[in-house]
């Protein structure tokens, strides 16, 4: 006898039973979840409901199959929650608060249902969102979770500017199980007190600090690129260019900047493509003006200057500095700290002119997935991830590379094949910026350097046209380099 001949047979609350149990099992996950993203650890969300390490294993196991989503991801710092988890975690929080109240009402709380309404002499289920749930920890007069987060909401938009700041803080920063990752608009608001110089520099600090530390949501991204936009004064509407290409340089690289000769073929091919970034510092502080000079790609001031020389010759560099003093200053406090920041991911997003496509660099998993999906909340139509580069998109020819796209809201993979490493070059008694020029020039011939040039400005084509494979990408490629000297 099959399932639906034995469901056919039972009397109905029988029925009705094998109705309800999966829901009830279902209802067992939301709670295991909500342990799991309040403990980011899967032995102690097991001790957080009595249960052994296996078992939480195999609820985590069946959350992620109800979900298709990974949910927790192990990164250096621990589990990490994906951002599709990151956006339930408000909610659950909710339903686990109510939960314990429905099971262990407290006096308090029963008398302040009797005593509050909400206008239509209704009890409100839940005031706000609660920050965390440890009855088991709390001391005598211990305020509750969501008194916490009662406090907090008690300091309007119109409470002075570092008040408000210290509530973002005070949101993200109360440890693990005491703390939630801040909204879209509350990062938007956190991060334009910044750039506007409201913010105490204890607060600059601090903020940065636990956003690194504890790992960026998708939704927090957006929302401190959407203040940064706003900050530079980016056009809403795309048209203004078609690539953007942030070359945000490490202080230690010493990579050539081959990136730059790819981005001139790009723009050669008739595509308007903005570059902005900076050098990271160190010695040679303008490096990236300078080579950008050498290739006739305009160095510009503004956002309107790089407007004009996009019009005028489809290819424009754009430093932070320029750009945005107040951003600059803001990226070089690794100098104060030895360590990234946010910064360090929404730059990558600035768009100052929205182009229609971007081209980034990721090579950590968590932050491909973070790029992407920021990206997609901020609305950005095209966007490539190139997954084996840290600070720019410079393609590694000679190692098999997976570029993550964004395609009109679509999510999708590319496999760019390698190469064969050709043999290495001798020593040519020219400076490293000397010989990469050469190399543009015709005067030096590398070939590892022409296939690093060559893939990287496929990986642009491609990004632009989504429609079109890397092969056909890189055999373009290949001929505006053979091509370039005659522009």
């Known amino acids: 006898m099959d399932r639906t001949d034995a469901h056919e047979t039972r009397p109905p609350a029988e029925a009705r039973g094998a109705v309800a149990e999966p829901r009830l099992g279902q209802l067992r996950l939301l709670v295991a979840l909500d342990a799991l993203l309040v403990e980011g650890s899967v032995g102690k969300a097991a001790a957080r409901m009595g249960l052994g390490a296996p078992a939480m294993s195999r609820l985590l196991k069946q959350i992620r199959e109800l979900y298709g989503d990974p949910i927790l991801v192990r990164t250096a710092r621990g589990m990490t929650p994906t951002p599709f988890a990151e956006t339930l975690r408000l909610r659950l929080r909710a339903v686990a608060a109510e939960t314990e109240d429905l099971i262990a009402p407290r006096r308090e709380a029963a008398e302040k249902a009797r005593t509050e309404t909400n206008g239509w002499n209704q009890t409100t289920i839940i005031d706000a969102p609660p920050l965390a749930m440890r009855p088991s920890l709390y001391l005598e007069d211990e305020p509750f979770p969501e008194d916490f987060a009662r406090r907090l909401r008690s300091i309007g938009k119109d409470a ?62 957006a929302g401190l690129t959407r203040a940064s936009r706003r900050h530079l004064g980016c056009p ?20 050539a900047p081959w990136f730059l000769q790819a ?13 902005h970034g900076n050098s990271g510092g160190g010695a040679t502080p303008n490096a990236l003006d300078m080579a950008a000079g050498a290739l006739g790609i305009s160095v510009v001031a503004s956002i309107a200057e790089a407007n004009d020389a996009l019009q005028q010759r489809r290819i424009g560099y754009l430093p932070l500095a320029a750009m945005s003093p107040q951003l600059h200053r803001l990226l070089g406090i690794y100098n104060l700290l030895e360590m990234r920041s ?146």
Do not use: C
């Open 342 to 487: 946010p910064l360090s991911a929404v730059v990558h997003l600035l768009n100052p002119l929205t182009a229609g496509a971007s081209l980034i660099a990721a090579f950590r998993p968590s932050y491909r997935d973070l790029h992407r999906d920021a990206a997609a909340l901020l609305g950005w139509p095209k966007l490539g991830i190139l997954g084996n580069s840290r600070d720019v998109a410079q393609a590694t020819p000679f190692r098999t590379t997976t570029m993550y796209t964004l395609d009109d809201g679509s999510p999708g993979e590319v496999i760019i094949p390698s190469h064969r490493r050709p043999r290495a070059e001798l020593p040519t008694g020219l400076t490293s910026f000397e010989y990469w020029r050469a190399v543009w020039l015709g005067q030096a011939r590398d070939e590892a350097a022409e296939r690093t040039v060559v893939d990287t400005a496929a990986a642009a084509l491609l990004t632009l046209d989504s429609k079109t494979n890397f092969a056909d990408a890189r055999s373009k490629a290949g001929e505006l380099w053979r091509l370039r000297l005659s522009q």
């Open 160 to 221: 002075a500017p570092r008040q408000r700041l210290a509530r973002h803080i005070a949101t993200i920063g109360a440890g693990v199980g005491g703390a939630r990752p801040l909204t879209l608009d509350e990062a938007d608001d956190a991060f334009s007190l910044l750039l506007e110089g409201e913010a105490d520099p204890i607060q600059v600090g601090a903020l940065l600090v636990v956003l690194q530390y504890r790992g960026l949501t998708a939704i927090e991204l």
């Open 263 to 275: 981005a001139r073929l790009v723009a050669d091919a008739g595509h308007r493509v903005l570059l």
């Open 236 to 255: 809403v509407h795309p048209g203004l260019a078609d690539l953007d290409w942030p070359a945000y340089v490490s202080p230690r690289s010493r990579s």
